[in-house]
């Protein structure tokens, strides 16, 4: 539950009983497991020509980590000081955690097998210019292993790097080159998975959209409901192969204990504001002639406010599965509950998320949604009445009414 639906329930159901259920969910939320990430994204170089992606591909996906529940420390074009200020400030952060997180975009290079990320002032001109002005990847991958225990690490940083060429030829540095080698992964707490956005000593393209095709792909899958993060990567890999007509293919090493999943949906829980079972008090009735007491009348009153704020559908006919619907929206009238549901969605699945991320999607892939699958979802909402307000739905309220009436009929 986001933080401006908690501040609407609190305002709005004044009743004790309610307001010790807003209370539960927040303390709930604030004992889940602590995530923090360092996202990182230069590419406005001064040495080199600008990229067009890296600076956009961070910025997104340090607004998508923390829809997942991530303390995000970021940086967009730095330099060498500004990202040793940045990783310091994320080493203090992260000592702890139970999910650390590592995200970069923007060149890099390899030198004998050790792998370097570049500011923006690197200039490369001689053999002290890896201590000067790279940062080690092996040092960023010491502070998020600090007392934390899964470690989640996305290189987006295999571009063809001209700076690596200068390092090679000018500073005579053998072995320097464009490209990430592989990172060994270390043992300790949950494990580890290192995912680069193409094979070992390979390039990657910074694409033609908004996004890398790696970053595109990672922003889609990466807070997918009840998916993996190894599933979830799966999938990246997939899609940048099939977006680059094979020709670049992302490489993962991991060694997960544990699944990690960033999104976890219990798709049969009730969805819950308040007790919408307590019968609605008589017309004209008040505790005296009740015997209520005044915070249950305080309740029932919250509740009769949600219930006038429930839209109506156009129709009083049966909702059935496959039957053309007037929901009395025009977005979605007069289609059917299987059709909306592998449709574009009109919101956005979370809140805050990015439009690239959502946007020209189907609502099946990203829900998973099936016939089943969505009976019991609406079980919820036909029990739960009020709870059809709580949160945006991807198809609107109106559907979330449809549903709740189709599960009064039998989900037929």
């Not at 992606?53 to 967009?76: I, Y």
């Not at 995200?103 to 490369?124: C, E, I, R, T, W």
């Not at 001109?125 to 201590?131: K, Q």
């Not at 000593?201 to 922003?219: E, V």
Request: proline content about 4%; aromatic content about 6%; overall charge neutral.
């Amino acid at each position: 539950m986001g933080s401006r639906a908690i501040a609407f329930c609190t305002v709005l159901l004044r009743g004790s009983g309610l307001v010790a259920l807003v209370l539960l969910l927040t303390l709930t939320a604030a004992s889940a497991e602590r995530r923090v990430a360092l996202v990182l994204g230069n590419s406005q170089y001064q040495h080199a020509a600008p990229l067009a992606n890296p600076a956009r591909d961070a910025q997104a996906m340090a607004e998508r980590l923390k829809n997942l529940g991530f303390e995000v420390v970021s940086g967009f074009d730095l330099t060498k000081q500004q990202t040793q200020t940045t990783v310091a400030r994320f080493a203090k952060q992260v000592r702890g955690a139970d999910v650390a997180l590592f995200f970069y975009a923007g060149h890099g290079l390899q030198v004998s097998g050790k792998n370097y990320l570049l500011p923006v002032d690197a200039a490369l001109e001689d053999e002290t210019s890896l201590d000067f002005e790279a940062v080690s990847v092996d040092f960023i991958l010491r502070q998020m292993s600090r007392e934390t225990s899964i470690r989640l690490v996305f290189l987006d940083a295999c571009r063809d790097n001209p700076l690596a060429d200068v390092l090679a030829k000018t500073a005579g540095i053998k072995g320097a080159s464009s490209g990430l080698a592989e990172i060994p992964i270390e043992n300790g707490g949950a494990g580890t998975l290192v995912a680069f956005a193409a094979s070992p000593n390979q390039l990657a393209y910074d694409g033609s959209g908004d996004h890398s095709p790696f970053t595109t792909a990672l922003l889609q899958h990466i807070g997918e409901s009840n998916v993996s993060i190894t599933e979830a990567m799966n999938r990246v890999t997939s899609d940048v192969f099939n977006a680059t007509a094979g020709k670049q293919r992302p490489w993962i090493n991991v060694s997960l204990t544990t699944e990690v999943v960033l999104h976890k949906v219990d798709l049969n829980a009730p969805l819950i504001v308040g007790e919408a079972s307590t019968r609605q008090a008589e017309a004209g009735s008040d505790a005296r002639n009740t015997g209520a007491s005044p915070s249950q009348n305080a309740d029932q009153l919250a509740l009769d406010t949600l219930r006038a704020k429930i839209p109506k559908l156009a129709t009083d006919g049966p909702i059935l599965f496959d039957r053309p619907i007037k929901f009395g929206d025009p977005a979605i009238d007069g289609k059917s509950i299987a059709q909306l549901i592998k449709s574009e969605p009109l919101f956005s699945p979370v809140e805050g998320l990015d439009k690239s991320v959502w946007e020209g999607k189907h609502c099946e892939t990203c829900h998973q949604w099936n016939e089943a699958r969505l009976c019991e979802q609406a079980k919820n909402f036909a029990a739960n009445d009020v709870s059809v307000l709580r949160l945006q739905h991807p198809l609107g309220t109106r559907f979330k009414v449809a549903l709740a009436r189709w599960a009064q009929g039998g989900c037929q």
